[in-house]
């Protein structure tokens, strides 16, 4: 019995080599519209689909595959005979081998059409004849993707499509359709937490290794809502890998909390909820440039400048940034370029380079030179446990309130830095401390399982900072700070349960804190604030990052 294919195909890469194959080998093709039009100007003989199903295509070709004579002929088992007889019986024949890769709806989606529009891309009997051979897979070859046609030509050469292979094809249908219709799902969601969570993700490409090169990793990309992810244009270096990945993520994420690439009129996290309650203060956008060593930043700093920025963060700690990430929301120039080439950096990145920064940079055979100029998308974050998947809106809301709770009020010149640092704690692993002077981070601390640690360690590293800049400066006048009078201003993600660290703080010279109130003890610290001359402000959120 001369063999069958279905094809209907929207991508017709490697289409003429599996149709001419085919037809050279005795198979008969049916096929539809523009498909069958395309393999007739190939001079390769087809069968329309109307043919067979004794049924015009309909509804501007809504309907062209949904018939039975169709599905009857992918579905039926042939070792089962009441199948053969029933197919006899209707005078209906076998498709053997099924060709189909979908409407383009991934990219429609994400073409801004209109609504009605998009929906129009919406495949429907594609699918469903995909999903009708993949169930039936041991009798039908279901072909999706163009790169497995010359397989597929090989081994009927053969006469040996193993079962192997046919499930292998099988479950790529089935990987397809899945993400195809959490796509259109997604498209069509207004709800914040559907029972049923769509995600649709195709894989960018496999890495090296994962987080410790024994374990295996993938890289994979939204389908139809694309990020930063999307646009990582790597200029130089060695290949990205897992961790490479995830510290880009967060710095890229932290670098556009304080400024967007390309400045002037982009808002910034949380922007609204500051001019709200501070409307005395108005924020401005200026360069920033932030250091993440192992996921957590090790030096976040704004400045008039590029060099600027880059030198107050790299001496916020300039021992961990070695093998850390540098990024930046301005241009690199060559004078900057000159600074980071000087250190040992996996990954720089930027919304753009200098030609004599690019030249600088590269002279380092490894290093990463990533450019990237758009702002995060993503509104959720998503954690995975074992056995599900934990979903959470994004934590872009910086303050619900601004309550001052001391007899001292801030000075002016301290609530940029209070508002620089409480963006800051919002990077840090918990239990967050930061210090800030000259909105630049000069003492982090954080991912401890208390608070009084990671304050001392915030305090005792701005104090050292500060030492370093002092005799720099009497050295040779290159102190990246307009002074070098101690930091006033200390940030927490967190509340106070004790006293204990303001008492830290005043030990330190600390002038101002800003924290988000709400413990059962909040008047212990409050009375530590009050007896040290402390300005304190409350914001009522809080901002953990486990």
Known sequence: MKKRALISVFNRDGLSELASY???????????GGTSKFLQEKNIPVTDISSVTGFPECLDGRVKTLHPAIHAGILARRDVQSHTDTLKELNLETIDLVCNNLYPFFEKVQADLPFEDT???????????????????????????????SEVIESLKKENVTFELKKRLASKVFSLTAAYDSAIARFLLDEEFPQYLPLSLKRGGTLRYGENSHQQAAFYLNTDKPGVADCIEQLHGKEMGYNNFRDLDIAWKAVCAFGLPGGSGTKLLGANNVSRFVPSVKESERICCVAIKHNTPCGIALGDTLFDAFNKTFECDPVSIFGGIIACNAKVNAVTAKK?????LEVIIAPDYDEDA?????????????????APQDNYEYISVDGGL????????????WEIVTEA??????IPDMLFGLRAVTFVKSNAVVVVKEQSTIGIGGGQVNRIWPAKQALERSAAVMKAAAESSADTGGSPWKDNIPAR?????AFFPFADIVEAAAAAGIKAIIQPGGSVNDKLSIEACDNHGIAMVFTGTRHFRH
Do not use: C
């Open 340 to 344: 980071l080439g000087e250190l040992f």
């Open 358 to 374: 690019l030249k600088i940079l590269m002279m380092k055979k490894n290093l990463r030179i990533v450019k990237i100029n758009k």
């Open 489 to 493: 201003v200390l940030a927490s993600d």
């Open 409 to 414: 009020k801030p000075q002016k010149q301290d």
């Open 390 to 401: 934990l979903v959470q809106v994004n934590d872009h809301i910086l303050l619900e309130n």
């Open 119 to 149: 929906i129009e891309f919406i495949d429907i009997g594609g699918p469903s004849m995909l999903r009708s051979a993949a169930k039936n897979f041991r009798d039908v070859i279901v072909l999706t993707d163009p790169q497995d046609y």
């Open 22 to 32: 085919l037809n050279t080998a005795g198979w008969e093709i049916i096929s539809t």
